[in-house]
């Protein structure tokens, strides 16, 4: 449907415009490849779903993406690659997969205060793979997890900050506030689009732990390492596309990465599908 080039096409999906925080940073590294970006906006938010369901949504959408012809897939979505990744690598043994999950790793190996948050969908929270991660890195570090309700819902309509934003994280992170933490990991790919006014509300000495810059690294090692890159060095086509109505999408996405949009030379296109 799309007609991406032969090679260097890399599918991104996430339930909804909250992997575009994931998608700046592959196309900082990587700005010669054909990018789609998937958005399942039908069916977010993905974080309350059962892990069932967010497995099945997954599964169709990356198979949607395979068809288009993508060389690699990156999942920008801690919820569906906490319920899928693992099935994901099994139906698709071809396709490289880049997944994500919350960085309590770094955190806590860089915590003074011996206490970090994690915020997070409740579908993430509840996964064994989360509850693993944690006894598998915390070690002795105190670990508080808040799941971000209604936050999901705010950047979807890119309202990422005012007063009132303000004012509900405040009540969301007060435990975290006391704890105190100095760091908060932000273990869902919208949550780094509310930084200015997470920053605000939990001041200057917490240190927010985004790891799209390291889920892009790992995507451009696994291109390389598997030889796929775009072999010119014109900048690559950009597509979005979601399953939900076309015009909002269109401005949510030229508000959350409009420095992207505007400063760049890239064939831009948006689509809206049926899946
Ligand atoms: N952006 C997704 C994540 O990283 C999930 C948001 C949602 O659909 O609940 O977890």
Not at 85 to 101: C, D, K, N, T
């Amino acid at each position: 449907m799309l007609m991406p080039s032969p090679r260097g096409t890399i599918g991104i999906f996430d339930s909804g415009v909250g992997g575009l925080s994931v998608w700046r940073e592959v196309v900082r590294l990587l700005p010669a490849e054909d990018i789609i970006y998937l958005a399942d906006q039908a069916h977010v938010p993905y974080g309350p779903r059962p892990e069932e369901e967010v497995r099945r949504l997954t599964h169709r959408h990356v198979a949607w993406l395979v068809e288009q012809g993508v060389q690699l897939v990156v999942i920008a979505c801690n919820t569906a690659s906490a319920a899928a990744l693992q099935s994901l690598r099994e139906a698709w043994p071809q396709v490289p997969i880049v997944g994500m999950e919350p960085a309590v790793k770094p955190a806590s190996q860089r915590t003074h205060t011996g206490h970090v948050g994690v915020l997070a969908t409740p579908g993430t929270l509840q996964a064994e793979r989360f509850h693993r991660l944690v006894e598998r890195f915390a070690n002795g570090v105190h670990v508080h997890t808040i799941a971000g309700e209604g936050l999901v819902a705010w950047v979807e309509m890119g309202r990422v900050e005012g007063p009132e934003v303000e004012a509900h994280l405040h009540k969301l992170l007060t435990p975290l506030i006391q704890a105190p933490i100095d760091h908060l990991v932000l273990g869902c790919t919208h949550f780094p689009f509310l930084a200015s006014a997470l920053q605000r509300v939990l001041g200057p000495g917490v240190h927010l732990v985004d790891p799209a810059p390291a889920v892009a690294r790992q995507t451009q090692r696994v291109l390389l390492a598997h030889d796929l890159q775009a072999n010119s060095t014109t900048p690559g086509a950009w597509h979005f596309v979601t399953t939900g109505p076309l015009a909002p999408f269109r401005r949510v996405v030229q508000r959350l990465v409009a420095s992207q949009l505007t400063s760049s030379s890239h064939s831009i296109y948006f689509h809206s599908l049926r899946l």
